[in-house]
Nanobody, 124 residues
Framework: QVELVESGGGLVRAGDSLRLSCAMS????????MAWLRQAPGKERGFVAG????????VSADSVKGRFTISRDNAKNTVYLQMNSLKPEDTAVYYC?????????????????WGQGTQVTVSS
């Protein structure tokens, strides 16, 4: 069993920054990739960024490249999403998720464990 707890969401203005955190616990949690996904009102859940624990290699969606950075702290079993230059279209509930599939899948269905989500609202 893997447990994920997100924090760090909030209401900000366009151009501001936020850092989301995802604290993870579980036996094999550190072996497989982690990712951030988001869901805006009326839209499907979509991939934002993912990271491999062992190598630290990352993948990001085109819509956030150059603005968002995913990272991890192995000692704290925590994954972060640093979000800079936020735009109103980044408004969504952000979820961290864990998969037992090698690589960094981008389909939400590939992820088994999910956090409760944290709301990010960006005003114009």
């Amino acid at each position: 069993q893997v447990e994920l707890v997100e924090s760090g969401g909030g209401l900000v203005r366009a151009g501001d920054s936020l850092r989301l955190s995802c604290a993870m616990s579980g036996r094999t949690a550190e072996v497989y990739p982690m990712a951030w996904l988001r869901q805006a009102p009326g839209k499907e859940r979509g991939f934002v960024a993912g990271i491999r624990w062992s190598s630290g290699s990352t993948v990001s969606a085109d819509s956030v490249k150059g603005r968002f950075t995913i990272s991890r702290d192995n000692a704290k079993n925590t994954v972060y999403l640093q979000m800079n230059s936020l735009k109103p279209e980044d408004t969504a509930v952000y979820y961290c998720a864990h998969t037992t599939i090698s690589g960094i899948p981008q389909m939400p269905g590939a992820y088994t464990y999910w956090g409760q989500g944290t709301q990010v609202t960006v005003s114009s």
